[in-house]
């Protein structure tokens, strides 16, 4: 991790320092081409004062290509400086949105219920180029505007030393506004950003779920949610940039009436040297300038300081689970127990899991059944460490699961989500998820078993098929079964069903399921279903609501001993079918 303590300039500097050479080379060109512009209107009053005034030709050829050599080594220092502050800016963002990836990954789902996914995305797109731009505006502003901004006032007060105080009214005032922008900016930017994670949030809900809005014919309600947060964002930006709209031009117009007062106060107090008179003009429209470039870079600042947080929220995010300092593998047949097993997500007051207790030994299947939010997935996203036990012990082979190694343990583990997600790619390279050094026979076993092989021998390419993003080619349960054959390839120990095999009609379910008992008996499988037909073909069930285990046994046992089962198997089946 690059760094500890949450400060906006720790973050900047951290990753400033890994380029501290080509950093330090933009830094030298600025120079260069800030110097370049502080000597010009100086040369321009020696030709003027000296050469037009004097009618010295030699004098005005001389001063005149001093100025063109330095104009050119300016002209020279701006590019350069414009070539590594470009590349040093991209190289640091870069930098820093890899670094938020790799830390994302290290996550755990309850970091990532917190963070929020879409917010994850603005900050890796968004918020990364914000502090892009602060670094390269800085390196552009930062130092030219207080160089020009000294080096012009200290050569106007060489010319006109009457003028001090006058200068010294000016700055305060300029500063004073300048110190308001930030402190009425800096909330507005903030919010800003959060109205965007909305925007972020509620178009990637749409865009992954257009299939059911168009269904449902809900784009009406659906477009009216984006325009509510399409609406907060641009109001939010509004209000951002009316602070700037009202404060630049302010600072402005303290300056330029400055220059005003101050030609002013010249023409009745010089005694005529009309090249400094206009040095003077000319040093005062770089302080000018250079104030509105401060005024400007601390507008990008209070965005990048809003940005800068966000990002490090993720950057020091606590995983929040621990890895065990000696971290053992799982040795044995795959046997799961749940110990008083209490689970609450957090920030939810009512626990999704209460008081769990049951065995599922090496090799045998559980069926998982109960209502709709009783807790099934929650329980068997427990077995892989998805989430860690509030309170009590799971254990896989006897041991406590948060002693083993996560990877390890993941290792031994498939899980069949409900959804499936397949990427884009062929089949065969999906499938290879599981296995990356797979045959083909092995390939065609896996897929045989899940009742996939027959399908994907239909197409014209074979497992060599290329799916779309997601799989957006293929049926709900084709995409199923190849999500079932791609977790049967791992070869796992431990078999986890969630629901998968939902969009089956019941006689390829059936086949997947008898498949799978005789092909993979070693396996302990824990699956869940809505359907009483399938888990009744398990072992034992499991019967939960409401967190809670309602009972656990074999069929026949839970038909006598279990009202919840019993009712569940009423509504699905018939009141006096007992098979
Ligand atoms: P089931 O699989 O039986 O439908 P779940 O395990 O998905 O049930 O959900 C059990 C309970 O936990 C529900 O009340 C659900 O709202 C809640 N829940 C599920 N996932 C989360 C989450 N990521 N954050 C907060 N609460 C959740």
Request: aromatic content about 6%.
């Amino acid at each position: 991790m690059p760094h500890r303590k949450g400060s906006f300039m720790n973050l900047i500097l951290t990753y400033i320092r890994r380029h501290i050479g080509m950093f330090a080379t933009a830094l030298f060109f600025l120079s260069l081409e800030t110097l370049a512009d502080l000597m010009q209107p100086t040369f321009m009053s020696y030709i003027v004062d000296n050469g037009v005034k004097g009618q010295s030709i030699s004098k005005i050829l001389m001063y005149g290509a001093m100025m063109l050599g330095i104009a050119a080594l300016g002209a020279l220092g701006a590019v350069m400086r414009n070539i590594y502050a470009s590349r040093t800016s991209q190289q640091i963002s870069m930098e820093m949105r890899s670094d938020i990836y790799r830390k994302v990954q290290t996550l755990s789902f309850e970091n990532i219920d917190r963070l929020q996914p879409s917010s994850i995305i603005t900050r890796i797109t968004n918020d990364v180029t914000q502090i892009q731009n602060f670094i390269n505006g800085s390196m552009r502003i930062m130092m030219k505007a207080p160089i020009t901004c000294i080096g012009a006032i200290a050569l106007i007060i060489l010319q006109t030393p009457k003028q001090i105080p006058m200068m010294i009214l000016i700055l305060c005032i300029s500063f004073l506004l300048i110190a308001a922008n930030m402190g009425f900016g800096y909330p507005r930017f903030g919010r800003l950003q959060r109205k965007l994670d909305r925007l972020n949030e509620v178009s990637r809900e749409f865009l992954s779920s257009v299939r059911v809005v168009k269904a449902f014919c809900a784009q009406e309600q659906e477009g009216e949610k984006f325009r509510s947060a399409a609406e907060d964002f641009a109001g939010a930006g509004v209000s951002a940039m009316r602070v700037a709209a009202v404060f630049s031009p302010l600072i402005n117009l303290t300056v330029n009436a400055g220059i005003v007062v101050l030609l002013w106060l010249s023409g009745s107090q010089d005694n005529g040297q009309i090249g400094r008179l206009m040095a003077s003009v000319n040093y005062m429209t770089q302080v000018l300038f250079s104030l509105g470039m401060v005024s400007n870079i601390l507008n990008t600042a209070v965005r990048a300081v809003a940005s800068a947080g966000r990002v490090q929220e993720i950057l020091m995010e606590e995983p929040a689970q621990k890895q065990a300092p000696q971290a053992k593998s799982p040795s044995g047949e795959g046997g799961v127990s749940f110990c008083d097993v209490t689970f609450s997500y957090a920030g939810t007051p009512e626990p999704a899991l209460e008081h769990v207790t049951f065995t599922a030994m090496p090799g045998e299947t559980i069926g998982i059944i109960g209502p709709t939010g009783s807790g099934k997935s929650t329980l068997v996203n427990l077995v892989p460490r998805f989430y860690d036990a509030t309170s009590g012990t799971l254990f896989v082979d006897g041991v406590d699961v948060t002693l083993l190694s996560q990877e390890k343990l993941r290792a031994e583990i498939a899980v069949v989500p409900q959804k499936a997600l397949l990427f884009s790619g062929t089949i065969a390279e999906n499938l290879r998820w599981g296995k990356p050094d797979a045959t083909d026979e092995e390939i065609r076993r896996a897929a045989q078993i899940a009742c996939a092989d027959g399908f994907v021998q239909s197409f014209p390419d074979g497992y060599e098929t290329n799916l779309g993003q997601g799989g957006v080619n293929l049926s709900g349960g084709q995409k199923q079964r190849l999500s079932l054959a791609r977790a049967l390839l791992k070869n796992p120990r431990i078999l986890i069903l969630d629901d998968c095999t939902s969009a089956l009609d019941a006689t390829t379910e059936a086949s997947v399921l008898s498949m799978l008992r005789k092909q993979c008996s070693g396996m302990t499988v824990l699956l869940i279903s809505q359907r009483i037909s399938t888990v009744m073909r398990t072992d034992r069930i499991l019967c939960l609501e409401d967190g809670r285990v309602m009972g656990f046994g074999a069929h026949r046992e839970l038909l006598d001993s279990c009202p919840v089962y019993r009712a569940i198997y009423t509504s699905q089946i018939g009141g006096d079918r007992h098979e």
